[in-house]
T-cell receptor, first 113, second 115 residues
Framework: DSGVTQTPKHLITATGQRVTLRCSPR?????VYWYQQSLDQGLQFLIH???????AKGNILERFSAQQFPDLHSELNLSSLELGDSALYFC????????????FGPGTRLTVL | AQSVTQLDSQVPVFEEAPVELRCNYS??????LFWYVQYPNQGLQLLLK??????LVKGINGFEAEFNKSQTSFHLRKPSVHISDTAEYFC?????????????FGQGTTLQVKP
């Protein structure tokens, strides 16, 4: 158990819908990262937040957005969902802004029908 | 920009045999290097990391890796594998210069340990 929690574990929805994925980092970690894992793209970095502020964006679609709240949990919002958005979404956390060690949550499996 | 190439998509090996999972990277700047393991239906777990210092890095579960700057490689090795090592293994890099913590992953290598 990494100490990072993600909810829900599974999510099945239809095209065009909007969903919210939630992540709670390890106690004391200020950084939260979101990654997408799909069969065709592999593991891709989406976005990084540090203490409530956006630090870096990767290959994140405009239909996707994220935020980190004052209690440090984070949410990834996916809207106007397409079949190709079906993937495993991971959240990771670390104590600092560097990539010295990131602790990954169990992931949320999103299926878009 | 950085990129990571894992040279083998699948590596079958018999139990108690040695194994090497190969990883090459490309970067114009200095990088940190990582190996993560993903067991079925689980998240990623850090096996080991190279930040600086000794080029031979020891990790959990008996794994080790060697950073070779001239070859731009970071191969993962284990002298004797167990059935429980069956999993997906990912090599990743992150730029020294970047303060974003962004990890760039390879495509993964599936290690299949046979009895």
């Amino acid at each position: 158990d990494s100490g990072v929690t993600q909810t829900p574990k599974h999510l099945i929805t239809a095209t065009g819908q909007r969903v919210t994925l939630r992540c709670s980092p390890r106690s004391g970690d200020l950084s939260v990262y979101w990654y997408q894992q799909s069969l065709d793209q592999g593991l891709q970095f989406l976005i990084h937040y540090y203490n409530g502020e956006e630090r870096a964006k990767g290959n994140i679609l405009e239909r996707f957005s994220a935020q980190q709240f004052p209690d440090l949990h984070s949410e990834l919002n996916l809207s106007s969902l397409e079949l190709g958005d079906s993937a495993l979404y991971f959240c990771a956390s670390s104590t600092t802004t560097g990539a010295y060690e990131q602790f990954f949550g169990p992931g949320t499996r999103l299926t878009v029908l | 920009a950085q990129s990571v190439t894992q040279l083998d998509s699948q590596v079958p090996v018999f139990e108690e045999a040695p194994v090497e999972l190969r990883c090459n990277y490309s970067s114009s700047v200095s990088v940190y290097l990582f190996w993560y393991v993903q067991y079925p239906n689980q998240g990623l777990q850090l096996l080991l990391k190279y930040l600086s210092g000794s080029t031979l890095v020891k990790g959990i579960n008996g794994f080790e890796a060697e950073f070779n700057k001239s070859q731009t490689s970071f191969h993962l090795r284990k002298p004797s594998v167990h059935i429980s090592d069956t999993a997906e293994y990912f090599c990743a890099v992150s730029s020294h210069a970047s303060n974003t913590g962004k990890l760039i992953f390879g495509q993964g290598t599936t290690l299949q340990v046979k009895p």
